[in-house]
């Protein structure tokens, strides 16, 4: 797909505006009061668990969902009113949705058929997508004898090739393995980024939205709890569900106390973490940390400056490659470690009582 993605005409990407959506069935809100503005261009996604309202948000911008107040916009043209196949927009389905009995190319020229394109446009346009896509030798196949990768490919080159505003992509790597998935998702952000389309992706796993989105809108309980860059929401999250949603997070109960430059978050069972003095901290916070941000060290050692020493017992280990994930249960909670393995090194005993160093520079302070 990469290859033949440079050629791929660039077309003039639109903004994607959506104000006070709410959506129920019945009595079930499932859209609370959403508002998103999604930049021309931009590669975005929708991220959260299942149930949350991701794609119902995607279904009622495609307008196969209603809201009952609220609007969608493209490129400053009101859509909430018309019909899915009035509002150019291209949705890759989660199943594919190909006709079995199809070539690959009338499978892909199907949009164009029943949209009457003339006759003699259909057959280069046809090829111009299966190309952009890779299978610009596979037009003669049915889908049955293609590869899940490949069926994903068809499935979006029949979506690109009505040339539409918006491409809307629920889910669309699911149903392939780990490893196509991370050749799959690296070939659609070099595809969107040829077209330079406006593109929204449904997901609920944080790696695939991390590697290939520009900005991501974290959904829970038919609300979006944040919005922001991939980078941003890790290190920033706004709140305990973002924290533990996107990535790992170690979430330790205690207290903040004192005032001034004399703040600091007492631990539930010991340990102190200074509180930054310009740093905004609101009742009831919890103390948060990733697992890189913490060193598993012998109790006889001193704290390094920077880091403040808790104590806890190792309870589990994982081995991960590059690292080996330790469980540590502290009297906060039970936080995970990740130390850098290299050949050789020997792993830490189960049920050891260690010290676990919390660099104090990346200790985040998160409220519910």
């Known amino acids: 797909m990469t290859s033949t993605a440079a050629q791929a005409p660039r077309l003039e990407p639109v903004g994607i505006s959506i104000a006070g959506v709410n959506l129920s069935y019945g009595t079930t809100h499932v859209l609370k009061d959403v508002s998103l503005e999604i930049a021309p261009g931009e590669f975005f996604a ?61 499978n892909v020229a199907f949009g164009l058929e029943e949209r009457r394109v003339p006759r003699a446009e259909i057959a280069p346009r046809v090829q111009e997508a299966l190309e952009l896509v890779g299978l610009g030798h596979l037009a003669d196949r049915r889908p049955s004898q293609l590869s899940g990768g490949q069926q994903q490919r068809v499935a979006l080159a029949r979506t690109i090739v009505v040339r539409p505003k918006v491409l809307l ?50 959904m829970n309980e038919g609300v979006i709890q944040q919005v922001g860059s991939p980078m941003d929401l890790y290190d920033r999250p706004a709140n305990l569900f973002v924290a533990g949603f996107l990535g790992t997070a170690n979430i330790l109960d205690g207290a903040a106390e004192g005032a001034g430059t004399e703040r600091a978050f007492r631990v539930t069972g010991g340990g102190i973490v200074p509180i930054p003095a310009a740093l905004a901290v609101p009742a009831g916070v919890k103390l948060v940390f990733r697992p890189q941000n913490a060193l598993i060290v012998p109790l006889a050692a001193p704290p390094a400056p920077g880091r403040t020493r808790l104590e806890g017992r190792l309870v589990h280990r994982e081995f991960l490659g590059a690292t080996i994930r330790y469980a540590v249960r502290l009297a906060a909670g039970e936080a995970l470690v990740d130390q850098p393995h290299h050949g050789g090194d020997d792993q830490l005993a189960i049920g050891a009582t260690v010290g676990v160093d919390l660099d104090t520079g990346k200790a985040l302070f998160v409220a519910a």
């Open 46 to 106: 929708f991220l959260g668990p299942s149930g949350c309202g991701k794609t119902t948000l995607l279904r009622l911008i495609a307008g196969f969902a209603q809201a009952q107040t609220g609007r969608v916009a493209i490129g400053g043209e009101d859509i909430s009113a018309l019909p899915p196949w009035k509002r150019d927009v291209g949705m890759v389905f989660q199943s594919y949705a190909l006709w079995p009995h199809m070539s690959v190319a009338r």
């Open 169 to 218: 992509l629920d889910e669309p790597l699911s149903n392939l393995d780990a490893k196509l998935r991370v050749q799959v998702r690296r070939e659609l952000r070099d595809l969107q980024q040829s077209l330079r389309l406006t593109t929204i992706f449904v997901t609920h796993d944080q790696e695939e939205a991390n590697t290939i989105c520009d900005r991501i809108a974290v």
